[in-house]
């Protein structure tokens, strides 16, 4: 009888539909840029910026001074005043989002940045309430 209660549950895990995520919800965000003479202009900027829950004003100076390139936003574009090469800016977005964005501890998205005064900020999970000192 227990063979039979088996092959029974062995044939039905066969017909179970396989899982096609990863379960992971949170995809880092791509830019989308083209280069325009000397500059390189990222169109989808403030869609990212909203997609990872972070001031667009914030990404932009952390990309100014990794790049050492000025940079200006224009509505929901970031001009970038020189021409970049390969996929640079969008390992400097996952950088970003390293550093800013996912939770030390559980490694999610779902966190926000807490001003503590005298320049310094903590990087707050709202998942499992972790904190952690950024400069």
Do not use: W
Request: glycine residues 6%; hydrophobic residues 35%.
């Amino acid at each position: 009888m227990g063979s039979e209660y088996e092959d029974l549950l062995d044939e039905i895990y066969s017909n179970l539909p396989k899982k096609q995520s990863t379960g992971e919800r949170f995809e880092i965000p791509k830019f989308e840029y083209f280069t325009e003479g000397n500059k390189t202009i990222v169109k989808n900027f403030k869609a990212v910026a909203e997609k990872i829950r972070r001031d667009p004003q914030f990404i932009s100076k952390f990309l100014t001074k990794e790049l050492a390139v000025p940079a200006e936003q224009q509505g929901e574009r970031l001009v970038l005043q020189r021409k970049l090469a390969g996929n640079i800016l969008n390992k400097k977005l996952e950088e970003f989002i390293g550093k800013y964005v996912m939770c030390k501890q559980c490694n999610r998205p779902d966190t926000h940045i807490e001003e503590m005064g005298n320049r310094l900020r903590n990087l707050v999970c709202e998942s499992c309430g972790a904190q952690a000192a950024i400069r």
